[in-house]
């Protein structure tokens, strides 16, 4: 149900707009930017004028089919377009059809036949001590050999083929070989519990999982055998288990087959493609599950793939030979994300452990060995790296990293300026938001345009995003909710066992009916950048005004006492009051002074209403498998309610200092 109106909140901008921008391609590279092609293509093939990105933007929210059907050819989709409009009618969400006469399977795109056979198309190292590398030729090669596997067991379209895997090269293989059949991937890191893995595939119902014997994490092994017997003996489905070896495990505890012997008497030929519909299931994505059980949202092969190859290829300026690189595992979108990168050409470089073993540089070494292009990371890890004072610039040769993008957490205005100031002067930064719902992004990088400090740059081609009020009413310079008021083609197919479609309707389109309300508290900026304050459902409300938790940890982050913290707002006394949990650096413990130099950092520089009521020191914040901070969890923790789904979190014993203390009851 919509929220009471209330005024709008107009106070001042947390980051201020500076004068001049931290960065700008030179006009050369501006003019051979892949964007600028694109935007000179639709001016010559359209009649029309476009001086710059905005002009474009604007074309693309006002002229949707003729839009897509250029990023359908300029990005090299193959398959037949059909005849027919690109949409039927952009105004309807949900229920928009694209493409409706297509047939295509994305995995024809990614696995394209006109790159160098011979030249990498995935690079592999697991930490410090495993490296691996497969052609073009090579990956096209297993992938029909997994994909003649999976028929043989019986795997047709629609089926269900799910992973339990690191982030090995075998997990892209088997993730392409079942999209080639037509069949539907989902995957999971082998971090997540028993419960968690059965919260996700026990509701799909999968008949063959690939798992590992184990993974490497901080230089240790960590056997998967024990959770992979628990969790095959409650998937009655389940026809096969594939077990790819990696790091070694504990013995043998559940029936699997090898590898190997699932590929026996097979042998490599040119892959083949069951050619599906545009809105065809491609995978099955999930919520974080941190407040109820997962949602599965499933994904079509069309619109999926139209939608990243316009941000690798329009945002990212990604091109054939180039060497991408996103920290990630298996239980985020970003992997997803990151294997679309194929369908450009491009090398996939692949990375599974710790960011931070045997050191905090081990990625940045990575990037230097491989020539990595296009760096992606979260806006954490990227804060870690600033607090431990690392510079990059300084000990590792970087010439050919072009982007470092960031994401899963607002990147605050510090970590704009430790890219450029410890990473690389001259280098796209390229803040990126959207998420799991949409397996891709609202807001991100323009590659032709200036990076302003603290601001995702531009909202998405052919995303007709927007901010809204209380009360439904388009705002700039104010905070409001992110929207998108037109239809696009990776909307969600729905969500899996919601045969009638309310669930998928109320989870985004109930709070402003046919418009896609996405869960994030943002400001459009005159200037058309964005500036993201946190979760619509994390934001504090003392005295009635809604404040973006990213404000106060934009300043909190700043002092270098304070390693990690976590804001809620505690029901009190007829109000909200704000409460602010540190992590502070080893070997310190809060005292007075150290807390009122938080609360006068906040206050100086947000406004008395953002400065907490109490501030407590903890050892720990829980987060999610993908790295996220969760708020709710914490919120529910402190007012005595049950956390729902404990499996969802990576550590969830560090909700046990949240829970009856003395201080949050005076």
């Known amino acids: 149900m919509r929220s009471a109106i209330r005024p709008p909140n107009r106070e001042k901008s947390i980051v201020q ?43 693309s929210i006002d002229h949707p089919g003729a839009f897509w059907d250029k990023v359908w050819t300029f990005c090299r989709v193959i398959g037949e377009r059909g005849d027919g409009p690109a949409v039927d009618d952009p105004t309807r969400m ?41 052609s073009h030729a090579a990956l096209r090669a297993e992938v029909s050999r997994v994909a003649q596997a999976l028929a043989r067991a019986g795997v047709g379209p629609g089926d269900r083929v799910a992973g339990y895997l690191p982030n090995l090269p075998e997990a892209v293989i088997a993730f392409l070989a079942t999209v080639s059949l037509g069949a539907v991937w989902s995957s999971a890191s082998p971090d997540f519990g028993v419960q968690g893995v059965l919260d996700r595939f026990g509701q799909i119902e999968p008949t063959v999982l690939f798992v590992v014997d184990g993974y490497l994490y901080n230089g240790k092994v960590h056997s ?60 099955i994505m999930y919520s974080s599950g941190t407040t109820g059980a997962p949602k599965c949202i499933v994904h079509g092969h069309g619109g999926t793939l139209l939608q990243q190859l316009k941000e690798h290829v329009l945002h990212g300026d990604t091109r054939p030979g180039d060497r991408v690189f996103y920290f990630t595992t298996l239980g985020w979108m970003m992997w997803n994300w990151l294997v679309g990168a194929l369908g450009t050409g491009a090398t996939l470089l692949l990375y599974d452990g710790s960011p931070f073993h045997p050191s905090g540089t081990i990625l940045w070494d990575y990037a230097q060995a491989e020539g990595c292009t296009f760096f992606g990371t979260s806006a954490k890890w990227l804060d870690a790296q600033r607090k431990e004072g690392l510079r990059p610039r300084d000990t590792h040769a970087l010439g050919a990293l072009r982007v470092i993008a960031s994401t899963g957490s607002p990147l605050a205005p510090e970590g704009f300026d430790h890219v450029y100031e410890a990473i690389k002067a001259d280098v796209h930064l390229a803040s990126i938001s959207g998420g799991t719902d949409i397996v891709s992004c609202f807001m991100l990088g ?38 998108c008021t037109r239809a696009f083609p990776s909307t969600p197919l729905g969500f899996w066992n919601d045969p009638d479609g309310s669930r998928f309707r109320a989870a985004y389109f109930e709070r402003f009916p046919g418009i896609w309300t ?39 982050e700043t002092l270098p006492e304070v390693r990690e913290a976590i804001v809620i707002g505690q029901d009190w006394e007829g109000d909200v009051r704000v409460l ?26 947000c406004t008395p209403r953002h400065v907490p009521a109490k501030v407590l020191q903890v050892g720990d914040i829980p987060r999610t498998k993908s790295n996220k901070i969760v708020e709710l969890a914490v919120r529910d923790v402190i007012h005595g309610r049950v956390v729902r ?10 909700l046990d200092e949240f829970m009856d203390r003395p201080e949050l009851v005076s």
């Open 446 to 483: 323009s590659p032709v345009d200036p990076v302003y400090r603290g601001e995702i740059q531009k909202r998405g081609l052919g995303m007709a995003v927007a901010v809204y009020d209380e009360s439904g009413r388009p705002v700039v310079g104010e905070k409001g909710e992110l929207v």
């Open 580 to 605: 602010l949990f540190v992590v502070l650096a080893p070997g310190l413990a809060l005292d007075d002074a150290l807390v009122a130099r938080i609360k006068g950092r906040i206050r100086e520089n």
């Open 518 to 556: 996405h869960g994030d508290w943002v400001e459009l900026t005159p200037r058309g950048g964005i500036i993201v304050y946190g979760r619509s459902d994390a934001t504090l409300n003392p005295g009635g005004v809604r404040i973006g938790t990213a404000e106060i940890y934009r300043q909190v």
């Open 224 to 283: 998967c055998r024990g959770k992979v017997a628990d969790i095959v003996a409650r998937l009655p489905s389940l026809t096969a288990v594939v077990e790819i070896p990696y790091a070694g495990g504990g013995p043998e505890t559940v029936e699997a087959v090898s590898w190997d012997d699932f590929l026996a008497g097979l042998t490599p030929s040119a892959p083949t493609f069951h050619r599906v519909p545009f809105d065809h299931p491609l995978v």
């Open 94 to 134: 949900p229920g928009a059809r694209w493409f409706a006469q297509a047939r295509l399977n994305m995995a024809e795109t990614l696995l394209r036949p006109d790159v160098d056979p011979e030249a990498d198309a995935l690079v592999f190292w697991g930490e410090a001590s495993v490296r691996r590398r497969l």
């Open 645 to 654: 789904n404990k499996e969802a979190l990576a550590n969830p014993e560090a």
């Open 17 to 59: 707009d500076p004068v001049r921008p931290l960065w700008q391609l030179a006009p050369e590279r501006v003019a051979a930017a892949s964007l600028t092609a694109f935007r000179q293509a639709v001016e010559t093939e359209e009649g029309v004028s476009l001086p710059d990105y905005d002009a474009l933007w604007q074309w």
